[in-house]
């Protein structure tokens, strides 16, 4: 989990919401140098969806 950083630590106003992938696609919410959240959808019927955080997952 070295790649994130805590949102207590955050120090700007402007983040940004990255895509990735078309069919099943995962974002990514960052500062521009830091990963903050990941966002990703495991099935497409249910729609249930993964929150990664520093602080650990949510489902």
Request: proline share 2%; no cysteine.
């Amino acid at each position: 989990m070295n790649q994130y950083r805590s949102f207590d630590l955050l120090k700007t106003n402007e983040l940004s919401v990255i895509r990735h992938g078309f069919f099943r696609p995962w974002f990514e919410l960052t500062d521009g140098v830091n990963l903050l959240l990941i966002k990703q959808t495991r099935t497409t019927l249910l729609k249930l969806t993964d929150f990664a955080l520093m602080r650990g997952t949510w489902r």
